[in-house]
């Protein structure tokens, strides 16, 4: 299995993501960048750098939907598109499954303290979507499937970063194509999505993540294949490294609480006094992160309020 990485610029903070071109018994593309002109370009100059062209590419296998990594899915006119299922629902631009997206968020907002004039304007599910592909999966991959074209490269659902993420690990070489699951210089943001199953409420995006963290410590790996940044080897202590510092903030947060008890959006205040306004979501994001990995640890204990609210506070 021959890999060639392409670098695509992105209009996002994260700065480059990474595509891959794999050589097996079929021609396939990890990843396509975000849709926009400059990652068309970067995309086009990469295939070609790896002696193929656009017209070549046989399968699009996306590891996650976001839009950084499932823009061009357009681009390859002769390519099947490969990815898990809750990918296909965004690259559908399904409206109905937008409205679920949003109303989760609106919920989401409200019981964790957002004051009711700020929802409506953070909720923005759409604008996320401009540069996300329109074009559906052909092929469903499910945790433990195999890519077609190439015998022994397997599908590992991670979710947590996202509600759609796979990895991809080639039992031959020990090689893995990981897309966010963990990066060089980055933490991955536990993000809040709605998930798939919507029934279950909200997922605990940190603890799902670290589950995944887990899923792939079990494997052996030589190298992983990252979706921002540098290839990684050594992924047990890289693991173990970031673990610890997790548990570092956690406990940050812990100390944050004194005696009172706090809506997420109290806690997040305190966590990040200078950008929680600028950043609601996303700070947001990772404060509950904390408090669910605070509470799965026993320190700290959640109730509702008569009005909805969440609130949280130390054991
Ligand atoms: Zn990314």
């Known amino acids: 299995m021959h890999i060639h990485k392409i670098e695509i610029p992105t209009p996002y903070a994260v700065g480059d993501v990474n595509a891959f071109v794999v050589k097996g018994d079929a021609l396939t593309i990890f990843d396509v960048g975000p849709k926009t002109a400059e990652a068309y370009e970067a995309l086009q100059q990469g295939v070609k750098a790896a ?10 296998v996306l590891t996650h939907h976001h839009p950084d990594h499932a823009g061009w899915v357009e681009a390859f006119p002769n390519a099947t598109i490969l990815g898990h299922l809750y990918n296909d629902k965004w ?3 399904d409206e109905e499954f937008l409205r679920y997206h949003e109303a989760f968020y609106r919920e989401r907002l409200f019981e964790h303290g957002v004051p009711q004039e700020y929802i409506a304007p953070s909720v923005h599910v759409r604008r996320e979507l401009e540069l996300v592909g329109k074009r559906p999966l052909t092929h469903i991959l499910a945790d433990g499937d195999e890519v077609p074209g190439h015998p022994g490269l397997k599908a590992f659902e991670t979710l947590g970063h996202a509600q759609s993420h796979l990895i991809f690990w080639d039992e031959a070489s020990h090689r893995v194509i990981g897309g966010d699951l963990l990066l060089d ?3 991955p943001n536990p993000l809040i999505e709605p998930p798939l199953d919507r029934t279950v409420g909200r997922t605990k995006s940190l603890l799902q993540y670290n589950e995944s963290l ?3 410590r079990q494997l052996p790996v030589t190298t992983m294949y990252t979706g921002h940044g ?15 510092r997790q548990y570092e903030q956690s406990m940050k947060v812990y100390e944050l609480f004194g005696d009172d008890a706090l809506t997420v959006v109290q806690m997040t205040k305190r966590v990040y006094p200078a950008i929680f306004q600028r950043q609601l979501g996303l700070t947001m994001s990772k404060t509950l992160g904390h408090l669910d990995y605070l509470e799965a640890n026993g320190l700290i204990t959640s109730f509702q309020t ?3 609210i969440y609130l949280f506070k130390r054991k």
């Open 230 to 244: 540098a290839d990684l080897t050594d992924i047990p202590v890289l693991i173990e490294t970031r673990l610890a």
């Open 185 to 187: 210089k980055i933490t």
């Open 306 to 308: 008569a009005e909805g």
């Open 214 to 216: 887990e899923i792939l």
């Open 91 to 93: 690259l559908r631009h």
């Open 51 to 60: 002696g193929f062209a656009m017209t070549d590419i046989e399968q699009v």
